[in-house]
């Protein structure tokens, strides 16, 4: 195994639980389904593992690179007709899995910025860690975040 591989799967190893909980938040569609946008993820991080320049931490660089990866894959979904199929859903999914779906579905109909800044606020990242993934200031950070937030409530039918 070469270096650059070592390097790879330690990163991955550290990184998995993060980069599964991004895939398997964002509602693609039945044909991406969450291990193939956790493949997809790691086909980028592959790719663009020597552009990490410690700037921020790990956590916060594989978090931006698996969101723009997930954002992309929206995008690129967007452009194609859609057949009429069901989210991939887990078999062991947590029994409030309506709930989340819901919420994930509302937050899938944020601009593409605000969704990522909501996705980081739900994996716990600082609004410091959230302008580096976003790349913009904290204050900026904090106004969109609350009027994301907002928006989730008032659009969130219980």
Known sequence: MTEREQKFHQLVERQRDLIWHVCSDYNLSAAWETQDAF???LCALWRDMDAFRGDSSERTW???LATNT???IKR???NQPQADAEPYR???????TEDHDHLMQLV????PRDEQLVMAYLHGFSQEEMARICGCSIPTVARRLAKAREWLRENYEY
């Open 70 to 72: 997930l954002l992309a």
């Open 108 to 111: 899938g109909q944020l601009g």
């Open 76 to 78: 690129k979904m967007s």
């Open 90 to 96: 887990p078999d062991e999914a947590a029994p409030d």
């Open 62 to 64: 594989v978090y931006r």
């Open 39 to 41: 493949q997809e993820v």
